[in-house]
């Protein structure tokens, strides 16, 4: 069974910042990519940003220069969030693609945490 769980969510005041992490359980052997998506009210889920395995990063255009995505290893990642603004207040979810696990093929999400700025 593959879990990925979530921390680091919370409440903070426009330009401040923040450091979600995940890390992911069960008998992995690898993981493609892993990345972080949002969903605020009333929106659909959208990507924030994504790192490969091999650590090429990619992200969305309103969070370019203001969040850095990292991977400490194959089932950890991190999304250091700076200059937060009222928009960027959403649930944040972790994702991991191309999990290869002891009992488990495919992609996977976490439960989601909730990130509130306040202006």
């Known amino acids: 069974q593959v879990q990925l769980v979530e921390s680091g969510g919370g409440l903070v005041q426009a330009g401040g910042s923040l450091r979600l992490s995940c890390v992911a359980s069960?008998?992995?052997?690898?993981?493609?990519?892993m990345g972080w998506y949002r969903q605020a009210p009333g929106n659909e889920r959208e990507l924030v940003a994504e790192i490969t395995s091999r650590g090429l990063p990619n992200y969305a255009e309103a969070v370019k220069g203001r969040f850095t995505i990292s991977r400490n290893n194959d089932k950890t990642v991190y999304l250091q969030m700076n200059t937060l603004k009222p928009e960027d207040t959403a649930v944040y979810y972790c994702n991991a693609k191309g999990i290869a696990s002891a009992f488990y093929r495919g992609d996977a999400w976490g439960q989601g945490t909730l990130v509130t700025v306040s202006s």
């Open positions: 069960g008998s992995i052997y690898n993981i493609n990519a």
